[in-house]
């Protein structure tokens, strides 16, 4: 039955139960009406207001549900569904609001997973251009430099050691660049190498970052690995630029039925912050590889980012 004529007949039940009290009951109507007459017919009428009340609000219960729900839903946060309950129109209803949230998610999984894949091809082309043309002119530089200072005056000598400093520190800093676009180091030499060197690129003066990594590692597939080391990334540059921590902990092993990684900083935590670019950008990778993220207060102050990578999607080599 739809919900049209369920809300109709439980009006009409209602009016019909009234009229029904008002046709073989006691009560009369005079002209001009009574005051007992008219207590009478404002008690009939609360009876049935109240009566037409309780029963809409049951029968429109699951809808509230749904509305409340549509209210929440995070398509980063997938696999939230409502119970399908109520009568067949608000069943149908829920049913058709979970069948679409299925396809949405599929669809949102399907489009992130296309534009990650092509901006790690453009951070890998940038990278290349970086190493390529601009590494390579400032190497010629440095080289040119060297050869001029050699021959010049002792004046002029120590202005262009200084320029060759200045050039040789922008090398560097277009070649660390370079490798946080396109970690060479992972494809080189796994992800534990490639996540122990990411912990030394991001300690500094200001800031302690200890790595810890199993050695049981199982075998991941180069999608998932490079999930775990942008998601490394992204949480290691919050914490520098953003959580002001002092010290940072890094882990990475192997648990029943899973992978984990976790960064743990004792920064200013996140508060009420709301979530930015770079957490939201965590939680699309997280769901091209069926992981689990989880970002909140750390224990003792801070803040944690939790990666669970289970270990029997198709992505993992059988061991």
């Known amino acids: 039955m739809s919900l049209f004529w369920r809300i109709f007949l439980l009006n009409a039940a209602v009016l019909a139960a009234a009229l029904a009290l008002l046709m073989l009951?006691?009560?009369?109507?005079?002209?001009?009406?009574?005051?007992?007459?008219?207590?009478?017919?404002?008690?009939?009428?609360?009876?049935?207001?109240?009566?037409?009340?309780?029963?809409?609000?049951?029968?429109?219960?699951?809808?509230?549900?749904?509305?409340?729900?549509?209210?929440?839903?995070?398509?980063?946060?997938?696999?939230?569904?409502?119970?399908?309950?109520?009568?067949?129109?608000?069943?149908?209803?829920?049913?058709?609001?979970?069948?679409?949230?299925?396809?949405?998610?599929?669809?949102?999984?399907?489009?992130?997973?296309?534009?990650?894949?092509?901006?790690?091809?453009?951070?890998?082309?940038?990278?290349?251009?970086?190493?390529?043309?601009?590494?390579?002119?400032?190497?010629?530089?440095?080289?040119?430099?060297?050869?001029v200072a050699d021959q010049a005056p002792p004046a002029v000598r120590d202005q262009l050691h200084q320029v060759q400093e200045t050039t040789r520190n922008s090398l560097d800093e277009i070649r660390r660049i370079a490798r946080r676009l396109r970690p060479g180091v992972l494809e080189e030499l796994g992800l534990a190498s490639a996540l122990k060197a990411l912990a030394g690129e991001f300690a500094t003066a200001?800031?302690?970052?200890?790595?810890?990594?199993?050695?049981?590692?199982?075998?991941?597939?180069?999608?998932?690995?490079?999930?775990?080391?942008?998601?490394?990334?992204?949480?290691?540059?919050?914490?520098?630029?953003?959580?002001?921590?002092?010290?940072?902990v890094l882990t990475l092993r192997r648990r029943p039925g899973d992978v984990e990684l976790c960064i743990r900083d004792d920064g200013r935590g996140l508060g009420d912050t709301a979530e930015g670019a770079g957490i939201r950008g965590m939680r699309e990778r997280a769901l091209l590889i069926g992981a689990e993220l989880t970002v909140g207060p750390a224990r003792g102050g801070g803040s944690q980012v939790r990666l669970e990578v289970p270990n029997t999607q198709e992505w993992i080599a059988d061991g």
């Open 206 to 248: 200001g800031l302690t970052v200890r790595p810890s990594v199993d050695n049981d590692l199982p075998e991941l597939g180069k999608e998932a690995e490079l999930v775990l080391y942008r998601v490394a990334q992204e949480a290691l540059t919050n914490a520098a630029r953003h959580a002001e921590a002092r010290h940072v």
């Open 25 to 147: 009951g006691p009560v009369t109507v005079s002209t001009p009406v009574l005051l007992t007459e008219a207590f009478i017919l404002t008690g009939g009428l609360s009876a049935m207001l109240v009566a037409n009340a309780v029963l809409l609000r049951i029968g429109l219960a699951p809808l509230e549900r749904l509305s409340r729900t549509m209210g929440t839903i995070d398509l980063l946060r997938p696999g939230h569904r409502l119970a399908v309950t109520g009568h067949a129109g608000i069943a149908a209803l829920i049913r058709a609001f979970n069948t679409m949230l299925d396809r949405l998610e599929a669809e949102r999984a399907t489009s992130s997973a296309r534009a990650l894949s092509a901006q790690e091809a453009e951070r890998h082309r940038i990278a290349q251009e970086l190493h390529d043309e601009i590494g390579q002119t400032l190497t010629a530089v440095l080289l040119e430099l060297k050869r």
